[in-house]
């Protein structure tokens, strides 16, 4: 590819050197860097990727794509100044793959909580619909090539390292899918993905708005910073596309002032939205309710929905699932059995459910993380038991350090009994984090502080009787535990496994 064709819609200040030679691959990691590539930089927030020019020439670039101007550089490099190498990065992406995107219809979900939960709800929707689809996110992305060697349809599942991929990644996959004959996408947006650009250059035919608490302070320093990310997907929305917005949270009339009318459908579980639920049933097998849409024809007009996602938060991801259905001109049937057949990997994961042992009580592993998230799943877990509820958790180390006395006193407020260990420490003392978790809690608070998360679990589970409930958060479906920069196997839900087959066999 040419390097003018490479430049295609990025904003250059000022070009030096060979302006148009042969580009052979594109970076912005100086380590991959081969012999006709061109280095894209910028200053990152630990790391300045212009310090790396050096040792991107000597692997051999052949275009330094800068926002700074480098003087005293050979005259067979080129060097392309611009305003912003965030923005030059996700576009040298999308032309050097021949903008896929352009050619896929995209879902995007933004949200404190419940955009994996969305997501997945949706994809099952789309997917029960027969549409050809592929959803992007935390847990990992997945399709179904329409065209396969065989003949044969093989779901596809990729893991992943960020919820929203960098811009090489992310449109590596695009191209992937759209040679896959994927024809819609449905991606979780994260703030940080939207704040550094990632997503920079696409159009959204639908975005999805779920909710907005405390989360990612390291980061964003203050909500206002954190709103104005969020917001960003909407501004990438389709002038013919559909904003789908939660009406419950108060941040929502804020988004719509930037939408017209004709662009947003409300949900919630309050009267004046577009798409209400009602009727909600709660077990611990099932999450039940009826959705009432105002906006559409008869035969859509009234859902009922059964999804095996627990907890009321839950109505919420189900009704904008639900949503994203309609404004796809999904069938109720499709609707019903696509939300039925969802199942969300550690979304208030029930790993108890086939185990043997004789105590009837209920193992619920969740990735709750946030405050929000935590009093959402521990309120869940409370209603559905008949017992005690004892709360596992800890909290991420170099994140947020602001929300770690929040949850504490919200886990005790909630559960009768928190078990406080380590989530993911990273490069900090799981210790120093117990610590502030447990700052602000009072004296008579019902707690035990266990560091070593394996031996939380276990402490929780076999303090557990019948009819209580443990819910174990933070992690998930995370398959790890990431200890001083080194990502060790780690599974809630296997820990909880073993530790409920052992009592199984002691009591025996």
């Known amino acids: 590819m040419k390097l003018q064709k ?5 904003n250059v200040t000022h070009i030096t050197g060979d302006r148009n030679p042969t580009i052979k691959g594109v970076v912005s990691d100086h380590r991959k860097v081969k012999p006709g590539y061109a280095f894209v930089c910028y200053k990152g927030l630990k790391v300045d990727g212009h310090t790396f020019i050096a040792g991107a020439i000597q692997n051999g670039a052949t275009a330094i794509i800068s926002e700074k101007f480098i003087p005293d550089l050979s005259e067979n490099i080129s060097v392309v100044v611009t305003s912003n190498g965030r923005i030059a ?3 040298c992406a999308a032309n050097w793959h021949g903008n896929p995107a352009k050619r896929l219809n995209l879902i995007g979900i933004t949200g404190t909580n419940g955009k994996t939960s969305t997501a997945h709800l949706t994809y099952g929707i789309l997917k029960e619909q027969g549409l050809k689809t592929a959803v992007l996110g935390t847990i990992g992305h997945a399709f179904d090539p329409q ?3 065989d003949g044969n349809v093989k779901s596809v599942e990729i893991p992943a390292i960020l919820t929203t991929p ?3 990644e992310l449109h590596a996959i695009f191209r992937e899918l759209v040679d896959s004959g994927i024809e819609n996408v449905i991606m979780e947006t994260s703030s940080q993905g939207l704040a550094q650009h990632r997503l920079y250059g696409l159009t959204f035919d639908t975005a999805v708005f779920t909710n907005l608490t405390q989360d990612h302070m390291d980061y964003h320093e203050n909500m206002e910073n954190y709103f104005s990310a969020k917001l960003m997907l909407f501004k990438q929305l389709s002038p013919q596309g559909l904003a789908i917005l939660n009406l419950d949270s108060p941040v929502t009339p804020k988004i719509a002032e930037y939408l017209p009318d004709n ?15 009602k009727d909600v049933e709660i077990t611990l097998k099932h999450l ?3 959705a009432y849409n105002k906006e559409q024809h008869q035969e859509l007009r009234k859902i009922r929905a059964t999804i095996q996602l627990l907890g009321t938060y839950n109505t919420y991801n189900a009704l904008a699932a639900i949503a994203v259905g309609i404004k796809y001109n999904c069938s109720i049937e499709t609707i019903q059995n696509g939300l039925f057949s969802t199942v969300v990997p550690g979304r208030f994961e029930n790993v108890s459910a086939n185990g043997t042992y004789s105590k009837n009580f209920a193992v619920i592993v969740d990735y709750a993380h946030t405050p929000d998230g935590l009093e959402n799943v521990l309120t869940a877990a409370r209603d559905i038991s008949e017992g005690r509820l004892i709360s596992v958790f800890g909290c991420g180390g170099d994140r947020d350090k602001s929300k770690r006395p929040k949850m504490g006193q919200i886990s005790t407020q909630i559960a009768d009994f928190s078990v406080i260990t380590s989530d993911n420490p990273r490069t900090e003392e799981p210790d120093v984090i ?3 978790i447990v700052s602000g809690l009072p004296k008579d608070a019902d707690y035990v502080c266990v560091p070593d998360r394996k031996s939380a679990i276990q402490h929780a589970i076999m303090d557990a009787d019948s009819g209580d409930v443990v819910v174990i958060a933070g992690k998930g479906h995370e398959d790890y535990q990431e200890i001083n920069g080194k990502r060790h196997p ?5 820990i909880a496994s073993k530790v409920l087959q052992q009592l199984a066999i002691d009591s025996h």
């Not at 662009?263 to 639920?277: F, I, S």
């Open 6 to 10: 490479l430049l295609d819609g990025i």
């Open 89 to 91: 990065q996700a576009v």
């Open 147 to 149: 065209n396969t060697v």
């Open 166 to 168: 960098d811009p090489y």
């Open 263 to 277: 662009n947003v459908l409300t949900y919630g579980l309050t009267d004046e939205a577009d798409l209400v639920a």
């Open 288 to 290: 039940s309710f009826t």
């Open 434 to 436: 117990i610590s502030d």
């Open 490 to 494: 780690f599974d809630d839900r296997v």
